[in-house]
């Protein structure tokens, strides 16, 4: 019965916690479009629901602490509730990067360049939604096998980040006019870049909640190793 109780209100935790997610998939989703469409008015929405983000996890945490302090878990339970909070810590910064997104394109002048170079932070997009989800989802199944997808995918947003880093550097060079308009794409990009750190960071706690093992230390061992086969050789 007690037990009963106790998956009862984690359920009920997991579900708030896919609700904000859901809203910070939006979120990021939108700003990018209002940023390449040059839409003021969406912009100004996603900018407004960062504030509502912010109240959800104040709302999840102090429902953890709550639950720590009432119910005293043991180890691995301890261990989920405790990954709820950092997941929820790493959503509420996803809010805030989509929200940064929002305010440059409020605030910049008509950017011609979005138009038609927008491709690329379209497709750092839509990989960072689905990073987001499966991090999520894999926290709800327990699945460490997409936990480990998750993680490794933030490369993927790494190696287009440099790609738009360096089409940038190359338009402003043949056209000093446009520093101000591929600045913005380099913030942007900036801030998809960490967004990208951040889902990886949700798989890798959520690998952490399974087994007991961070993938950042599994993943520097084999770095270590790898060294030092060279230093041996």
């Known amino acids: 019965m007690v037990r ?33 469409t040059n839409d003021i008015e969406l912009a100004k929405v996603v900018r407004d629901w960062d504030d509502e983000i912010d109240l959800m996890e104040m709302e999840i945490e102090e429902k953890c602490i709550s639950f720590m302090a009432r119910q005293q878990p043991v ?22 990067m989509a929200s940064r997104i929002a305010k440059i394109t409020i605030n910049s002048e008509q950017n011609i360049l979005r138009s ?4 690329i932070l379209t497709i750092m997009d839509e990989i960072l ?26 490369s993927k947003i790494d190696e287009l980040y440099k790609v738009l880093c360096r089409d940038m550097t190359l338009k402003m060079i043949e056209n000093p006019k446009i520093i101000s308009e ?11 870049e960490r967004v990208g750190n951040l889902c990886g960071s ?3 706690r959520v690998a952490f909640m399974i087994t007991g093992e961070r993938l ?14 060279k230093l041996e050789n």
């Open 4 to 36: 009963n109780a106790f998956s009862d209100q984690m359920k009920e935790i997991e579900d708030m916690i896919n609700k904000m997610s859901e809203m910070c998939v939006k979120s990021l989703k939108n700003s990018i479009t209002a940023f390449i």
């Open 75 to 96: 180890a691995s339970d301890l261990r989920e509730i405790i990954t709820m909070i950092k997941i929820i810590s790493k959503l509420e910064k996803v809010g805030d």
């Open 116 to 119: 038609k170079n927008g491709s």
């Open 129 to 154: 939604e689905n990073m987001l989800k499966n991090s999520i989802l894999s926290f709800g199944n327990r699945d460490l096998e997409l936990a480990k997808k998750t993680y490794r995918e933030d």
């Open 182 to 192: 591929a600045t913005d794409f380099l913030v942007v990009g900036t801030y998809l």
């Open 202 to 204: 949700i798989g890798d």
């Open 216 to 229: 950042k230390e599994e993943e520097f061992d084999k770095l270590l190793n790898k060294a030092t086969k």
